[in-house]
């Protein structure tokens, strides 16, 4: 935001400012509440005229034959507030405060700058040139928000035409086959030499983890199963059946999950199983394996399109986004680093929206 600017002053110039001496405090015998001036419940209403002065730096001026009383820089409310505005519209009032604070002794130290030459250093000219590509890159990046927020009704029309499929709703019933059946560790065997009843630990052989062979053996026993349960769930058996065969042929504990799944949207389904928002209602999907090598079967109960007017607020959060993506990434462009130079830099990622860029709505 345009504040980061109000904040890099501001911390310019407190850096050089003196600390707050230490609060005095109350005489003996007086109470701190009774030295304290009792707060206003509302601060009083003063009508500044736009002319009017709101800073007066005295013994500040120009004109260096001035002396005395008429040496005085005044700044009216209209320049204090469009410099407020320029920095952060609609600044509130306690920025302001902190702005009215440190601004005067930010032209005090510009001005002695320049009397002793600083601007004509061997330096400034170059962080002049790089605070100029700032202030540009935020105004760009202000500008094309502005741009790409300008979303008519005609916009949000046309992209729900475009991207009918995105606002297709489905409910479906589901049946999900684990990647292997559950293997009983191989029972604890005495050792050698022990004796029959003997409770020594030391003296059996612990339970061993299952082989490669038993492991693959307990995979291939659950994808035979997940086809013949596509096979009765396209020939009408209830998917609750179905699960709860599979749960128990599994051999996992507790209650199969729910096969019913309600108001799914392509995008909200894992990327390898969005192709079941394509059945007709009644089709059954074939068997669907996830990277994990768990197993899944659909089946489509029904579906209707979203209406326009129902997916209106987003769209018209969709479109600023994508907009905004696709102009930054016209600007950023590729950038090739010299390695020997800066070293190894990898894979970095996007660049980032200059400095004072809102992040797109959500």
Do not use: W
């Amino acid at each position: 935001m345009r504040s980061q600017c109000l904040v890099c002053l501001l911390l310019a110039g407190l850096a050089y400012g003196q600390a707050a001496p230490p609060a005095t405090p109350p005489a003996a015998g007086t109470k701190a509440e009774q030295s304290a001036s009792p707060a206003p419940d509302k601060a009083p209403e003063v009508k500044v005229g736009p002319g009017d002065p709101v800073i007066t730096l005295k013994g500040f001026c120009a004109d260096s034959t001035q002396q005395g009383d008429a040496c005085k820089t005044v700044i009216t409310r209209a320049q204090f507030e469009k410099l407020a505005d320029a920095l952060q519209p609609g600044m509130p009032p306690p920025r302001r405060q902190q702005l009215a604070n440190i601004y005067p002794q930010l032209l005090r130290m510009s001005a002695a700058a320049e009397k002793r030459g600083l601007d004509k250093g061997p330096t400034f000219e170059e962080k002049m040139n790089f605070a100029r590509m700032q202030i540009l890159s935020q105004e760009l990046s202000h500008a094309l928000q502005d741009d790409a927020g300008k979303v008519t009704d005609g916009d949000i029309e046309d992209y729900y035409k475009k991207n009918e499929a995105s606002y297709e709703q489905a409910t479906f019933a589901r049946i999900f086959v684990p990647r292997a059946k559950q293997i009983a560790p191989a029972p604890v065997t005495p050792k050698a030499g022990a004796k029959p009843g003997e409770k020594d630990t030391a003296k059996t052989t612990a339970p061993q983890p299952p082989t490669e062979a038993q492991q693959k053996a307990a995979e291939e026993a659950m994808t035979k199963l997940a086809d013949k349960l596509r096979v009765r769930a396209a020939n009408g058996e209830d998917f609750d059946t179905l699960q709860k065969e599979a749960y128990v042929a599994a051999g996992l504990p507790g209650s199969p999950p729910n096969t019913k799944m309600e108001n799914k949207r392509r995008a909200t389904l894992p990327p390898n199983q969005q192709a079941v928002m394509d059945l007709k209602p009644g089709e059954v999907s074939e068997v669907i394996t996830d990277p994990s090598g768990s197993h899944f079967i659909y089946k489509m109960v029904s579906k209707e399109t979203i209406s326009l007017d129902t997916v209106k607020p987003e769209i018209q959060k969709i479109i600023p986004r994508q907009r905004l993506e696709n102009s930054m990434k016209g600007i950023q462009g590729n950038v090739d680093l010299n390695d020997a130079y800066f070293g190894s830099t990898g894979n970095p990622a996007m660049p980032l929206l200059p400095r004072g860029a809102r992040p797109p709505a959500q």
